[in-house]
């Protein structure tokens, strides 16, 4: 176990910047994800700590070592790819043990006089029997990866990293090639491997469900940058930009483009049809805004039904007339694509509602789960 | 309407491609049985089967093994097969390792003037061999001499003896050019082949803790072999059919490579019209060509169609 320090890290393509000196600081034992949407840099900054790229500039620590000119087998991590990158043409037991059946002492002497194995091959055995059977693959270790189901293979591709017994675990969307079902399954296993053996991870995806699933914290990325680095529940309630609130969620935010007011001590936010009073706890942030442009947001599961008995009661200021477009159920909630005016909102309504298309109906949002951000800079007000 | 027309169809194709098969098959099979009989049945009838099997008798059995002990032992068709074997074998081994690592290399390496080398290796495909042959002929003169007066002085000063290195005349220079004008295709394909593994493979390895030479023959090589399979035997039905450099660069007896056998077999005929001798030479020409082909068949076509659907 290790943790892992990016220290202004950066790389640079020709002129295109994949990663923005970036700096995170993952502690022992932590399983961390890098979510952002594609070429935000995510699977550039794991590769950069796996060695399989070389940083422009800025340091890596794994421990206490800066790494950036130590080879990647020399590094004490094990990585899994997506697409798992097993040896075809090897037996799951060849392809698990072919790391260790190549390590040789002392592992820093170069070709030919590094000739003593590191591992003897009762210990390989062992480590890959323990392994196999911490993953469920017992009986397949003579198989080759084609015989082999996805869910399996990557199962397989787990193990190669296992037996090695890493300070690090980098995972590279590792779960993006199997099915739904399967997908669902495999995370809750991988937390459990990961409570289990409590090895420092660095997990990879563009799915913002498996990061707040798994995560201890996420770091959501764009555009080479870092944006937010927080446990999984701050993100959702107190995102640090707009690129957070509106990446982390599902369906995402609402945002409106408002104007702030001061009215009577009040500060309301007003757009064409839309208008609400912002919550008076939050009221030390907002003098400065009186008069200006910000943007509103509110997430879909925010916005209650007035019909119904609720949690929000009718209150200061915070209900909005609303002309419903679609209804979409989905069981358990319906998904409402509404319309204040000319302001489009998105709402996850309890199913007992009895809102229908082309209803006229008064939605409650609840105001202290509201955000409000700078329209220039889009960073949170609060 | 359509039942009876498909019919019809199907049965020409089928008239078609029997027909195909016996025209080729058939001067195959000539060989073979005509090679048992001796040169007045040949006369006699040249598409008759021989004596040996609609009358076989012990006279017509040892008319067919005079034949071949002819070819293989007086014809010197044993001594020109296994110098076949050892020219095309070694230039196969030669060509596959140093084809397979150049085209890995162009195919998953990244560096300044790697297109510039694949496409000197692609100019390689269009030089037409006939064409370099004359001068090919006066720079081994050159080469042979220079390389004795390189290496001639210290193995005099050694006390090992004289020392003369000539490329011509020798299978060493043979398989030379054999080797540099197989490249080209050999390279070709094959970095259209690796290009189609994926590249994390390579990766995985790193991180496994392996050599650039240990992922390549633990890792590419058993990756590429239905590529590998393919070129080789291309180059190898090539080769051992190969007349014009052998020709032209072995003049030994000694040295000579089944091809020259067969046409100075042929040569001969004209005077001696010994047919049945030399189509137990052809046979013995021919035979590996049909088992490799009998033997690859299916990886054959495997990789024709890889390099036709990924290449």
Same mark, same amino acid.
């Given at each position: 176990?290790?943790?892992?320090?990016?220290?202004?890290?950066?790389?640079?393509?020709?002129?295109?910047?994949?990663?923005?000196?970036?700096?995170?600081?993952?502690?022992?034992?932590?399983?961390?994800?890098?979510?952002?949407?594609?070429?935000?840099?995510?699977?550039?900054?794991?590769?950069?700590?796996?060695?399989?790229?070389?940083?422009?500039?800025?340091?890596?620590?794994?421990?206490?070592?800066?790494?950036?000119?130590?080879?990647?087998?020399?590094?004490?991590?094990?990585?899994?790819?997506?697409?798992?990158?097993?040896?075809?043409?090897?037996?799951?037991?060849?392809?698990?043990?072919?790391?260790?059946?190549?390590?040789?002492?002392?592992?820093?002497?170069?070709?030919?006089?590094?000739?003593?194995?590191?591992?003897?091959?009762?210990?390989?055995?062992?480590?890959?029997?323990?392994?196999?059977?911490?993953?469920?693959?017992?009986?397949?270790?003579?198989?080759?990866?084609?015989?082999?189901?996805?869910?399996?293979?990557?199962?397989?591709?787990?193990?190669?990293?296992?037996?090695?017994?890493?300070?690090?675990?980098?995972?590279?969307?590792?779960?993006?090639?199997?099915?739904?079902?399967?997908?669902?399954?495999?995370?809750?296993?991988?937390?459990?491997?990961?409570?289990?053996?409590?090895?420092?991870?660095?997990?990879?995806?563009?799915?913002?469900?498996?990061?707040?699933?798994?995560?201890?914290?996420?770091?959501?990325?764009?555009?080479?940058?870092?944006?937010? +680095? *927080?446990?999984?529940?701050? @993100?959702? $309630?107190?995102?640090?930009?707009?690129?957070? /609130? !509106?990446?982390?969620?599902?369906? =995402?935010?609402?945002?409106?483009?408002?104007?702030?007011?001061?009215?009577?001590?009040?500060?309301?936010?007003?757009?064409?049809?839309?208008?609400?009073?912002?919550?008076?706890?939050?009221?030390?942030?907002?003098?400065?805004?009186?008069?200006?442009?910000?943007?509103?947001?509110?997430?879909?599961?925010?916005?209650?039904?007035?019909?119904?008995?609720?949690?929000?009661?009718?209150?200061?200021?915070?209900?909005?007339?609303?002309? +419903? *477009?679609?209804?979409?159920? @989905?069981? $358990?909630?319906?998904?409402?694509?509404?319309? /204040? !005016?000319?302001?489009?909102?998105? =709402?996850?309504?309890?199913?007992?509602?009895?809102?229908?298309?082309?209803?006229?109906?008064?939605?409650?949002?609840?105001?202290?789960?509201?955000?409000?951000?700078?329209?220039?800079?889009?960073?949170?007000?609060? | 309407?359509?039942?009876?027309?498909?019919?019809?169809?199907?049965?020409?194709?089928?008239?078609?491609?029997?027909?195909?098969?016996?025209?080729?098959?058939?001067?195959?099979?000539?060989?073979?049985?005509?090679?048992?009989?001796?040169?007045?049945?040949?006369?006699?009838?040249?598409?008759?089967?021989?004596?040996?099997?609609?009358?076989?008798?012990?006279?017509?059995?040892?008319?067919?093994?005079?034949?071949?002990?002819?070819?293989?032992?007086?014809?010197?068709?044993?001594?020109?097969?296994?110098?076949?074997?050892?020219?095309?074998?070694?230039?196969?081994?030669?060509?596959?390792?140093?084809?397979?690592?150049?085209?890995?290399?162009?195919?998953?390496?990244?560096?300044?003037?790697?297109?510039?080398?694949?496409?000197?290796?692609?100019?390689?495909?269009?030089?037409?061999?006939?064409?370099?042959?004359?001068?090919?002929?006066?720079?081994?003169?050159?080469?042979?001499?220079?390389?004795?007066?390189?290496?001639?002085?210290?193995?005099?000063?050694?006390?090992?003896?004289?020392?003369?290195?000539?490329?011509?005349?020798?299978?060493?220079?043979?398989?030379?050019?054999?080797?540099?004008?197989?490249?080209?295709?050999?390279?070709?394909?094959?970095?259209?082949?690796?290009?189609?593994?994926?590249?994390?493979?390579?990766?995985?390895?790193?991180?496994?803790?392996?050599?650039?030479?240990?992922?390549?023959?633990?890792?590419?090589?058993?990756?590429?072999?239905?590529?590998?399979?393919?070129?080789?035997?291309?180059?190898?039905?090539?080769?051992?059919?190969?007349?014009?450099?052998?020709?032209?660069?072995?003049?030994?007896?000694?040295?000579?490579?089944?091809?020259?056998?067969?046409?100075?077999?042929?040569?001969?005929?004209?005077?001696?019209?010994?047919?049945?001798?030399?189509?137990?030479?052809?046979?013995?020409?021919?035979?590996?060509?049909?088992?490799?082909?009998?033997?690859?068949?299916?990886?054959?076509?495997?990789?024709?169609?890889?390099?036709?659907?990924?290449?």
């Amino acid at each position: 176990m290790a943790k892992v320090v990016l220290r202004d890290l950066t790389k640079r393509f020709k002129e295109v910047i994949a990663v923005n000196n970036i700096n995170l600081e993952i502690k022992e034992a932590e399983f961390l994800v890098l979510v952002g949407p594609s070429g935000c840099g995510k699977t550039t900054a794991l590769r950069m700590i796996a060695g399989l790229e070389e940083a422009s500039s800025g340091e890596i620590y794994i421990g206490d070592r800066v790494v950036n000119d130590v080879s990647p087998k020399d590094r004490d991590i094990a990585m899994v790819f997506q697409n798992y990158a097993l040896y075809p043409h090897m037996t799951v037991y060849d392809n698990m043990s072919f790391g260790l059946r190549l390590k040789r002492l002392p592992a820093n002497r170069p070709w030919p006089l590094n000739t003593r194995r590191a591992f003897t091959r009762h210990e390989i055995d062992q480590r890959v029997q323990s392994a196999a059977q911490l993953l469920g693959l017992g009986g397949l270790l003579n198989r080759k990866p084609k015989e082999l189901s996805g869910g399996q293979r990557q199962r397989v591709a787990l193990g190669r990293a296992i037996v090695r017994e890493p300070k690090v675990f980098l995972m590279d969307e590792p779960l993006s090639n199997l099915d739904a079902k399967l997908r669902v399954q495999t995370r809750a296993e991988l937390i459990k491997l990961h409570r289990r053996l409590g090895i420092t991870t660095v997990y990879v995806t563009h799915d913002q469900v498996e990061a707040m699933t798994m995560g201890d914290r996420i770091a959501v990325m764009s555009s080479g940058l870092v944006q937010q +680095v *927080d446990t999984p529940l701050n @993100l959702y $309630n107190h995102p640090a930009n707009i690129f957070v /609130a !509106g990446f982390i969620g599902s369906p =995402a935010m609402n945002f409106v483009n408002v104007s702030i007011d001061q009215d009577n001590g009040k500060y309301i936010a007003c757009a064409d049809g839309f208008q609400v009073t912002l919550p008076a706890s939050q009221y030390d942030h907002l003098p400065n805004y009186a008069g200006k442009q910000c943007i509103f947001g509110i997430r879909p599961e925010d916005i209650y039904d007035s019909n119904l008995e609720g949690l929000i009661k009718q209150g200061d200021g915070n209900s909005v007339k609303v002309d +419903v *477009d679609v209804v979409e159920p @989905l069981g $358990n909630d319906v998904e409402m694509y509404l319309k /204040a !005016g000319n302001v489009p909102l998105i =709402a996850m309504i309890d199913s007992k509602t009895r809102a229908r298309t082309g209803d006229t109906l008064d939605v409650l949002l609840d105001m202290d789960k509201s955000h409000l951000f700078d329209k220039d800079t889009e960073v949170a007000i609060y | 309407m359509a039942a009876p027309f498909s019919k019809l169809t199907k049965g020409l194709k089928i008239a078609f491609l029997t027909a195909y098969l016996v025209t080729v098959v058939f001067p195959m099979i000539w060989v073979l049985y005509t090679s048992a009989k001796n040169t007045q049945e040949i006369y006699r009838s040249p598409f008759g089967l021989p004596k040996f099997i609609t009358s076989p008798s012990r006279r017509h059995i040892k008319s067919l093994i005079t034949n071949y002990r002819k070819a293989w032992v007086d014809s010197h068709f044993g001594r020109y097969f296994f110098n076949s074997i050892y020219v095309v074998g070694v230039s196969l081994a030669l060509i596959l390792l140093l084809g397979c690592m150049a085209a890995y290399v162009l195919a998953r390496f990244e560096f300044w003037g790697r297109n510039a080398i694949y496409l000197l290796f692609l100019c390689g495909l269009l030089i037409p061999m006939q064409l370099v042959l004359i001068p090919l002929f006066f720079q081994f003169t050159d080469m042979g001499n220079w390389l004795t007066n390189l290496f001639a002085p210290p193995v005099r000063a050694l006390g090992l003896g004289e020392l003369t290195i000539s490329l011509q005349n020798s299978h060493a220079g043979l398989i030379l050019i054999y080797v540099s004008a197989s490249l080209p295709f050999t390279v070709f394909v094959l970095t259209a082949f690796f290009r189609t593994l994926p590249g994390e493979l390579r990766e995985a390895a790193m991180l496994d803790g392996a050599s650039e030479y240990r992922t390549f023959f633990s890792i590419m090589m058993p990756l590429g072999k239905p590529g590998i399979v393919t070129t080789a035997i291309f180059n190898f039905l090539g080769l051992w059919n190969e007349y014009l450099f052998a020709l032209v660069f072995l003049t030994s007896d000694r040295l000579k490579t089944l091809p020259l056998g067969i046409a100075s077999l042929s040569m001969q005929a004209q005077y001696r019209s010994d047919f049945g001798l030399l189509f137990a030479g052809l046979v013995i020409s021919m035979l590996p060509v049909l088992l490799v082909y009998i033997v690859l068949q299916e990886k054959l076509t495997k990789g024709i169609t890889i390099g036709a659907l990924k290449g």
